[in-house]
């Protein structure tokens, strides 16, 4: 935030509350060194209290959150947990006028009332939610394109199988994981895609708010066991052109459903589109 003393423009450091304490978020509070004097690390949040005692044993003068909209304090809210934090804490965010980076976009797009309410944002209040690219990019060209019109939007994203194992739409469905060869385990729109896999197809909704939409932007899935990266291919279609983006992302050293590339976009935003304002 910026306050005047005396005529002169002084920036004081901005308070920053993290809710979530996985890969991202703690990868996040390791590198806050490099917005020292601008962003400082105020509360946190997390339902396992172990994890939060850890961060305050290092940080004694962080506060322990008491639930995920306990936030009144800070200027900046990431939210690196999952969906459901992003509809708890929605309506109060666009209310107190935070400067918001959620990285569960997912809820942005499977939720209709926040997506319409999100929509409906006069300018001043939509600017104030930041979207982090997450682990795919090219949203520069993508914003350019956009001023012509998009025709069709594509996302391929394949995986190895260990990160679908577990998850619930696999198990519902009773999708094979073949350990011989590539399978397809999902083909839809951006919307569903979100609702299948909350946790690990963020980049479908990223791509949809980017680009035509929940319903209009289409999301291919598939389980490849020869691959070990996270790799996700963008093809969009304009009057502009015809543009292909890949991203091969190696996954997060603890969680292979994240690529690491999605916790380094935070620090692009964080630098890029706050401490610069």
């Not at 996985?22 to 990868?27: P, R, T």
């Not at 690390?41 to 962080?62: C, G, H, N, Q, R």
């Not at 008491?66 to 809210?77: N, Q």
Request: glycine share 4%; net charge positive; with cysteine.
């Amino acid at each position: 935030m910026k306050v005047t003393l005396q005529g002169m423009k002084i920036r004081m450091s901005q308070k920053l509350c993290i809710i979530g304490l996985g890969f991202i978020g703690s990868e996040i509070i390791r590198n806050l060194d490099k917005f020292r004097k601008k962003i400082e690390l105020s509360a946190v949040f997390d339902i396992d209290k172990k994890k939060m005692e850890e961060i305050t044993a290092k940080y004694p003068k962080v506060r322990l959150m008491t639930s995920s909209s306990d936030f009144d304090d800070c200027d900046i809210v990431i939210e690196a947990a999952i969906q459901q934090v992003v509809k708890e804490i929605f309506n109060k965010i666009v209310k107190t006028e935070k400067i918001f980076i959620p990285m569960s976009i997912g809820a942005f797009i499977t939720d209709e009332k926040i997506y319409s309410n999100y929509i409906a944002l006069e300018k001043a209040k939509r600017q104030l939610i930041k979207f982090p690219s997450g682990a795919i990019g090219g949203f520069d060209a993508i914003h350019s394109i956009k001023q012509i019109g998009i025709i069709s939007a594509k996302l391929t994203t394949t995986k190895p199988p260990i990160v679908f194992r577990e998850q619930r739409y696999i198990k519902e469905n009773k999708i094979n994981l073949s350990e011989n060869e590539k399978t397809q385990v999902f083909k839809g729109n951006a919307k569903e895609a979100a609702k299948a896999f909350p946790r690990s197809i963020n980049v479908g909704a990223r791509l949809a708010l980017a680009t035509l939409g929940p319903e209009e932007t289409s999301v291919e899935v598939y389980s490849d066991p020869f691959i070990k990266k996270n790799i996700h291919e963008i093809e969009i279609q304009s009057e502009v052109g015809v543009y292909r983006f890949s991203f091969q992302n190696n996954p997060s050293p603890t969680n292979p459903k994240t690529s690491w590339l999605a916790a380094l976009s935070i620090f692009d935003t964080l630098e890029n589109r706050i401490c610069e304002e």
